[in-house]
């Protein structure tokens, strides 16, 4: 960054910087759907996934391994969404500085993307996987959706483990979504990120119908 943009960013007021907070939620929640960039207001009127919706917020901003399980449609990505959202407004300013400075990797990837994104680095001399790894250790918060649409192989395991362990290292939130069961959830993230989950966020369980019409 250079010495006229640092006095720009010095220079601008609290009324200004929050309007540039709100802005920056939308930024960083980059990576998410059109579908579900609803407002809060339009997801409250069902209470248990408002109850769901306090829970991810009292361990979100707290380096909070927490996983949403749930059958279709019961608004886990909607909630990992507003997630984000609460996480973004609720940084203070030198942590907003960052996020503006950086370019950070999406908040909001599927298993299967961070797969490829690993797999597209072998045989390409310009990228390393060590890298790619980094750039999702790196974002400050990030939810890794469809966890179960995966092949389970063990390179897969030790991929995500190994990003996974040093995200939560470094204390940055990280919210897994499934639609297994949740023996089944367990059973297949393995003993390590199971571990880290019950230490820190937990499991949210969305046991309820879908919110997709018939
Ligand atoms: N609390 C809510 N109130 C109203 N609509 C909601 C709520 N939560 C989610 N929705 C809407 O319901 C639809 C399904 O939600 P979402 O995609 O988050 O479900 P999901 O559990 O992630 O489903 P899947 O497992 O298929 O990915 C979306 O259009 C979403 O915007
Ligand atoms: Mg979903």
Known sequence: MNTTNQTQESEISDEQYEKQATLSVWRSCHGFSERHKKNFGECSKHP???AAAERLKRVIGTGAVVCLLGRRGTGKTQLAYHGVAHYIVGLKRPWMDKIYSRPYQKAYVTAMQFFMKIKATYGNSKDSAEAVITEFVNCPILVIDEIQVRGETDWENQML?????????SKKDTILISNQKRDAFIESIGPSIADRIRETGGIIEMDWDSFRAE
Do not use: E, I, K, V
């Open 161 to 169: 483990t190994y990003m996974m362990d040093r995200r939560y290292s």
């Open 48 to 50: 248990q996934w408002l």
